[in-house]
C-alpha cells in the first residue's frame, strides 16, 4: 500500500537533463548526502532522522529494500529522504556537479570470483560520476568486509588521484586505523550477518577534493 501511496511521493523523477539534489527536498534542507546500494535502509533512515538539515538520497534497485525504507519513511515521519529504486549510476549522471556533500557505499556486492569482478560497483567509471558530483571537502565512505574488495577500492581510488583531475584522499595511514565503526555510522544489516560469520569490516573515508 505505501509503495502505491508514500513511494510516488518521494521518489526521483530522471526525467530532467540535470537534477539539483536540493531542490528536491521541502524543507529547504543545508545540504545533501547520497547513499548508493542502501540494501534495507537501516544506515539511511538511521542517518535521515539523526541529520534533519540534511537531505538524504537513496539508490537501490531491490524491491523489497525499497519497500522497507518507505515504511521507515512513514514509521518516522522522515521529510528529509528521496529514492531512486534502480541503478545508482542513472542517477549519478544527472546530478549537477559539485551538489553532494558526502557518499556512503556500504557493503557493495562483493562478487569475489574472478570473472565477476568486473560487475564490483567500485571502478574507474562510478568513481569519476562520484567525484564529478561530489564538492570539495565532501566525504565519501566506503565499507566492506571482504579483504579483496577493500584492496579493490584503495587501489581503484589510487589511480583515479592518479588521472589528476581530483583526489579522494584517505584520512586513515592504513588499514589498522579503519577497524573502529565512527560513532555516527551505525551498523547495516548486511555488516551484522558479516559480524556474525566472523569477517572483519574495514571503514574507509575519503575527503574529496577538485
Ligand atoms: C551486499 S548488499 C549491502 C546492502 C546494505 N548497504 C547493507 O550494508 O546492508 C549490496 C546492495 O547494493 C545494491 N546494489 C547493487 N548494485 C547497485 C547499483 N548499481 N546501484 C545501487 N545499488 C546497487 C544491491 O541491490 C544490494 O542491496
Known amino acids: 500500500m505505501l509503495m502505491e501511496t508514500l513511494f510516488p511521493k518521494v521518489s526521483i523523477s530522471l526525467e530532467?537533463?540535470?537534477?539539483?539534489?536540493?531542490?528536491?527536498?521541502?524543507?529547504?534542507?543545508?545540504?545533501?548526502?547520497?547513499?548508493?546500494?542502501?540494501?534495507?535502509?537501516?544506515?539511511?533512515?538511521?542517518?535521515?532522522?539523526?541529520?534533519?538539515?540534511?537531505?538524504?538520497?537513496?539508490?537501490?534497485?531491490?524491491i523489497n529494500g525499497v519497500a522497507k525504507l518507505v515504511s521507515e519513511i512513514d514509521t518516522h515521519g522522515l521529510k528529509n529522504v528521496r529514492i531512486h529504486a534502480d541503478d545508482a549510476r542513472f542517477l549519478l549522471e544527472k546530478l549537477t556537479p559539485r551538489s553532494l556533500a558526502r557518499t556512503f557505499i556500504l557493503y557493495p556486492d562483493p562478487w569475489p570470483k574472478q570473472d565477476q569482478k568486473k560487475r564490483r560497483f567500485v571502478n574507474a567509471e562510478t568513481l569519476a560520476l562520484i567525484s564529478a558530483?561530489?564538492?570539495?571537502?565532501?566525504?565519501?565512505?566506503?565499507?566492506?568486509?571482504?579483504?579483496?574488495?577493500?584492496?579493490?577500492?584503495?587501489?581503484h581510488i589510487d589511480a583515479h588521484n592518479a588521472l589528476g583531475k581530483s583526489q579522494f584522499v584517505w584520512k586513515n595511514n592504513d588499514l589498522s586505523e579503519c577497524r573502529?565503526?565512527?560513532?555516527?555510522?551505525?551498523?547495516?544489516?548486511?555488516?551484522?550477518?558479516a559480524l556474525r560469520e566472523n569477517r572483519v569490516p574495514a571503514y574507509l573515508c575519503f575527503e574529496h577534493h577538485s
Not at 134 to 150: F, Q
Not at 181 to 190: H, S
Request: with cysteine; hydrophobic share 35%; aromatic share 10%.
Open 180 to 193: 573502529e565503526r565512527p560513532a555516527d555510522w551505525p551498523q547495516t544489516r548486511y555488516e551484522q550477518k
Open 133 to 155: 558530483a561530489m564538492k570539495t571537502g565532501a566525504e565519501l565512505r566506503v565499507a566492506s568486509d571482504i579483504p579483496d574488495y577493500v584492496n579493490w577500492t584503495l587501489k
Open 16 to 62: 530532467s537533463p540535470e537534477i539539483e539534489p536540493k531542490t528536491l527536498f521541502e524543507p529547504a534542507v543545508a545540504e545533501v548526502w547520497l547513499e548508493i546500494g542502501f540494501g534495507g535502509g537501516e544506515h539511511l533512515s538511521w542517518q535521515a532522522q539523526n541529520n534533519p538539515q540534511v537531505g538524504i538520497l537513496g539508490c537501490e534497485p531491490f
